[in-house]
């Protein structure tokens, strides 16, 4: 009997390059950005999943929490997750931010070639018509969707088409190229939300781990952030 050979050399998974940018505004991060960017990067298989704090949303209220203090949460709540990195570039460049501008300064750093992906939640989605010239992120890169608890597809006629005319069925075929393209992707879930967090904050009730990293809520009482006395 002839036994097949069989390559029993396990190969490493591939590493593919390219930049992932998960922005918002962190106020505080929570739970549900850190295991779902944890569990993105896994997905797509890249390397580092960059969590890029704004500096003062053009579409909504002031955070409460300092820029400063935001990033301090976000260095706290992605240590010891190597596949997590921070981007201070929007906080840096002070002022408004808009992430059309942060893709096009991205876009002449990592040359014409390599995949950006702008990630941003349903909710953040459903309102990206108001954003500033935003149908021109996908000149620069990538648009991917991610599903979120409680949030649903925006019944927005000209967003859904934009986002028809452009989807790819696979996240992952992002990768294949550097720009252009819209996909969504449903992580694990997390039912969390900042807006909670500061919720439960300002009533005296301390989040459970599962939904704030113990270091960021360990800051947060050390700063007398969101109504702690
Ligand atoms: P807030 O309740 O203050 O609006 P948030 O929890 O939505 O805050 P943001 O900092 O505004 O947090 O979110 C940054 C990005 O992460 C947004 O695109 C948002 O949709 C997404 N996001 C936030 N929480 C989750 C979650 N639990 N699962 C998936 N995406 C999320």
Same mark, same amino acid.
């Given at each position: ?70 990033? $301090?949460?976000?260095? !706290?709540?992605?240590?010891? @997750?190597?596949?997590? +990195?921070?981007?201070? *570039?929007?906080?840096? %460049?002070? =002022? ?84 252009? $393209?819209?996909?969504? !992707?449903?992580?694990?879930? @997390?039912?969390?939300? +900042?807006?909670?967090? *500061?919720?439960?904050? %300002?009533? =005296? ?25």
């Amino acid at each position: 009997m002839v036994i097949p050979e069989v390559n029993v050399i396990s190969k490493p998974i591939p590493i593919t390059h390219a930049k992932v940018l998960w922005g918002g505004t962190f106020d505080p991060i929570h739970q549900g950005h850190v295991l779902s960017a944890i569990e993105l990067s896994q997905c797509l298989g890249v390397h580092d999943v960059a969590l890029l704090p704004n500096c003062q949303p053009a579409h909504r209220q002031s955070p409460l929490a300092t820029a400063q203090q935001r990033v $301090q949460m976000l260095s !706290l709540a992605i240590e010891g @997750h190597d596949e997590l +990195a921070i981007d201070t *570039r929007e906080v840096d %460049r002070h =002022g408004l931010s808009y992430s059309v501008l942060t893709m096009i300064e991205v876009r002449q750093e990592i040359g014409p070639v390599m995949p950006l992906i702008w990630c941003m939640g349903m909710d953040a989605f459903a309102g990206l018509r108001q954003w500033h010239r935003w149908q021109e992120l996908l000149d620069y890169g990538h648009v991917l969707v991610l599903t979120r608890p409680a949030s649903f597809w925006p019944r927005d006629p000209e967003l859904l088409t934009w986002y028809a005319t452009h989807k790819v069925d696979d996240a992952k075929h992002l990768l294949a190229s550097s720009s252009g $393209q819209v996909a969504h !992707l449903k992580l694990g879930q @997390h039912a969390v939300s +900042a807006t909670q967090i *500061r919720r439960q904050l %300002r009533s =005296g009730y301390q989040p459970s781990v599962t939904e704030l990293a113990p270091a960021v809520a360990q800051y947060i009482a050390s700063q007398s952030l969101y109504g702690i006395n």
